[in-house]
């Protein structure tokens, strides 16, 4: 057995071991535990400093999470758009595509609560070659996703294989993975693992960290792994109460990724999921959240900022108002609040149409 599969192995599965420590009754928490399951590597219950810090958040079951509310079970209708099992095919010219239901850690917040860990996600040796055929007869999928769950649990003869497989498929130009290792179980990043992806190319690798406490000197090292091997490194962060929900934070989370090569690429507005209400912001603070980065700190520290919308309806970007009107003169309010204004041009088509009526009138 590998070191990070021994790292694994003896991850705290029961709220027991990790709330007596810190003085924290368990008792009502293995109702929650049994509803969504629990896990949580040494490594990472390493980083909490006290009960309820933004660490403690994401990796310990909370009794509100048995809260009923207007969150649903797949807001994003993932399962009305896969027409293949454990793969959505949302956009013209990319997938989602699922490979594993086993993640490092079981983050309370996470959008597919109602799966991961548990026994609905069926991936099998069936749907992954199900999910392959669909991508090779569809040319117009030129980007796979490799998701889950977390795809870098699976162990590096079975990537390889998969990577391979789509690698294989001419019209696929790209692979990106998505995996939260780097940020909850970085030893996973071994020599190996390395070498096996950067035979995939091009690849890139979208990470997970949400607090700068994240941010660790293993992290880090896992990161820069990665990123000598050529995989150029994105980040996507959940807007989350409590954990990031502050512009200082952010900024510092966002400074701190550039720092170990990874370039910030979304904040999600939380999703509506079941379970995870307790962790919602309003939409204003994720703009507050931008207001305080653009301008103030290098535009590559600058994610997107986006709501997933329900119903399955894809990313949409949301920008602080920096465009006040436009017309012939545009009205713009820059990062300090400051009016300007620029003499915007004719477009194509008026001044195509300009050029009509003064031939028609010469
Ligand atoms: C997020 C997502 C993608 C990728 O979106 P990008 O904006 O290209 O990163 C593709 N498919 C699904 C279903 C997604 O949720
Ligand atoms: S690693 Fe990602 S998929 Fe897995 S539980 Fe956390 S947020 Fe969900």
């Not at 079981?106 to 070659?129: L, N, S």
């Not at 992806?197 to 949400?210: D, I, Q, S, V, W």
């Not at 502050?246 to 370039?263: E, G, N, S, T």
């Not at 700190?297 to 949409?316: C, E, H, L, N, R």
């Amino acid at each position: 057995m590998e070191t990070w599969q021994r790292h694994l192995q003896a991850s705290i599965t029961g709220p027991g071991k990790i709330t007596r420590p810190f003085g924290v009754d368990p008792g009502p928490l293995e109702e929650v535990a049994e509803r969504y399951p629990m896990r949580v590597p040494p490594y990472y219950l390493g980083l909490i400093k006290e009960v309820g810090d933004p660490i403690w958040k994401q990796a310990v079951p909370d009794l509100l999470e048995l809260q009923d509310s207007i969150c649903l079970d797949d807001p994003l209708e993932e399962e009305n758009q896969s027409p293949v099992p454990n793969l959505v095919h949302r956009y013209p010219d990319r997938v989602l595509f699922l490979v594993s239901s086993e993640c490092a850690m079981y983050c309370r917040f996470c959008t597919r609560k109602r799966k991961v860990g548990g026994e609905d996600m069926r991936i099998t040796g069936e749907t992954i070659d199900a999910g392959i055929d669909y991508i090779s007869q569809h040319p117009e999928i030129r980007d796979v996703i490799v998701s889950g769950g977390d795809p870098l649990l699976l162990s590096d003869e079975k990537l390889d294989s998969i990577l391979s497989r789509l690698r294989a498929i001419p019209h696929v130009q790209i692979i990106r993975i998505g995996s939260r290792v780097p940020v909850v179980l970085p030893m996973r990043i071994t020599s190996a693992l390395v070498r096996v992806l950067r035979k995939h190319h091009p690849l890139f690798l979208n990470t997970h960290f949400n607090h700068p406490d994240e941010i660790t000197e293993q992290a880090a090292k896992a990161c820069a792994r990665l990123a000598d091997a050529g995989i150029p490194l994105g980040n996507q962060t959940v807007l989350m109460r409590d954990i990031n929900d502050d512009p200082l934070v952010m900024k510092l989370l966002m400074q701190k990724l550039l720092a170990i090569r990874v370039r910030p690429y979304y904040i999600y507005q939380a999703d509506l999921v079941q379970g995870t209400d307790h962790f919602r912001t309003s939409v204003e603070e994720g703009l507050d959240v931008i207001r305080g980065l653009r301008g103030h700190t290098s535009g590559m520290a600058v994610p997107a900022f986006v709501i997933d919308a329900p119903g399955g309806g894809g990313k949409i970007p949301l920008l602080p108002d920096y465009l006040q009107s436009l017309g012939s003169e545009v009205i713009l309010k820059n990062y300090l609040g400051e009016t300007y204004s620029y003499v915007n041009a004719a477009s194509k088509a008026e001044k195509e149409l300009i050029k009509k009526v003064v031939n028609e009138n010469g």
